[in-house]
């Protein structure tokens, strides 16, 4: 855990950024997407509005990508084993 709060600029921040967001890819008109939706009842993963917008304008380096996901993996398996508690 201590390991993923370093990669992701918890602890002391990062030389750079790894996530990058180009406000010039978010569409003016984006919030009046949110106008007929009911977000708090509906699935996101089934709309997909937000996941679009993102898939345009948030870019986040290969590298630092595939090491968070392994920590994160890493995580999942030691929180689903009971090693993370020492079980």
Excluded at 11 to 22: A, G
Excluded at 31 to 60: H, K, P, W
Aim: hydrophobic letters at 35%; proline letters at 6%.
């Amino acid at each position: 855990m201590l390991d993923l709060a370093r990669l992701q600029g918890w602890l002391s921040p990062l030389p750079e950024c790894p996530i990058r967001l180009d406000a010039r890819k978010i569409p003016e008109n984006f919030l009046d997407g949110f106008r007929n939706r009911d977000c708090a009842s509906m699935d996101c993963q089934t709309c997909g509005y937000c996941e679009r917008i993102a898939a345009q304008a948030v870019s986040i380096s290969p590298g630092y990508r595939t090491e968070v996901l392994k920590k994160y993996e890493e995580m999942d398996e030691t929180m689903a084993t009971g090693r993370l508690w020492g079980v």
